[in-house]
């Protein structure tokens, strides 16, 4: 029964470049939070989607990150144009249902040189 | 969801319970309270949650007050590996909810 899994694990990336970030949730999970985790930092809420729908990207930056879920495959977090800011480690989380407990994958450590 | 207050830092010794307050006082009587916590740089891991009454599962026991106004984790023989930053949170279940992390308890656990 496997858990949330991403991909990859740790990512770096020169500035200017573009990050893309994987979450497969757990099986029978249909909805996908994205956090953010800034070094020395707590959990940031940054987008929370269903199958092909974003519901709330109230705390995504507003340029130059994306967030996907499409109807087959994982969940994708882009992030174009990455600075040194952006590194950080992001994590995803999976529930069954909307506002059901969330269970977390174990995150991708993005570095950006 | 409602603010919750946790002290920054706690010690235990091994094999002794620890006990994590937390306090949240503004709760709604439709918002439970959650227990995460996150082991190093790990991803964060799922506790336990309760609405009013208290709960247990094999890893811990949470305890509400009666007015729901706090509540205690309970990790009854804590281990090395339960060294960790632990959160409480309140939110409304059965709804879109974001999870917004505070800065938690730092649980350290000692020989």
């Known amino acids: 029964n496997a858990g949330v899994m991403q991909n990859p694990r740790h990512l770096v990336r020169r500035r200017g470049q573009e990050a893309r970030l994987r979450c497969s949730p757990m099986?029978?999970?249909?909805?996908v939070y994205w956090y953010r985790q800034l070094p020395e930092e707590g959990l940031k809420f940054m987008v929370y989607?269903?199958?092909?729908?974003?519901?709330?990207e109230s705390g995504m930056p507003k340029e130059r990150f994306s967030a996907e879920f499409p109807k087959e495959g994982p969940s994708i977090l882009r992030i174009q144009q990455v600075v040194r800011g952006d590194s950080a480690a992001y994590f995803c989380?999976?529930?069954?249902?909307?506002?059901?407990?969330?269970?977390f994958g174990p995150g991708t450590r993005l570095t950006v040189l | 969801d409602a603010k919750t207050t946790q002290p920054t830092s706690m010690d235990c010794a091994e094999g002794r319970a620890a006990n994590l307050p937390c306090n949240h006082s503004?709760?709604?009587?439709?918002?439970?309270v959650y227990w995460y916590r996150q082991i190093h740089s790990q991803g964060p891991q799922y506790i336990i949650h309760?609405?009013?009454n208290n709960e247990t599962n094999e890893m811990a026991s949470l305890i509400i007050t009666e007015d729901r106004k706090s509540s205690t984790l309970i990790l009854p023989h804590a281990t090395l590996r339960d060294t960790a930053v632990y959160y409480c949170?309140?939110?409304?279940?059965?709804?879109?909810?974001?999870?917004?992390f505070g800065t938690g308890t730092r649980l350290q656990v000692t020989l």
């Open positions: 989380a999976s529930s069954q249902t909307g506002g059901d407990t969330q269970y």
């Open positions: 099986k029978g999970h249909s909805h």
């Open positions: 989607l269903q199958k092909e729908n974003i519901i709330d």
């Open positions: 503004t709760i709604s009587g439709n918002e439970y």
């Open positions: 309760g609405l009013k």
């Open positions: 949170i309140v939110t409304v279940t059965g709804t879109a909810s974001k999870l917004t």
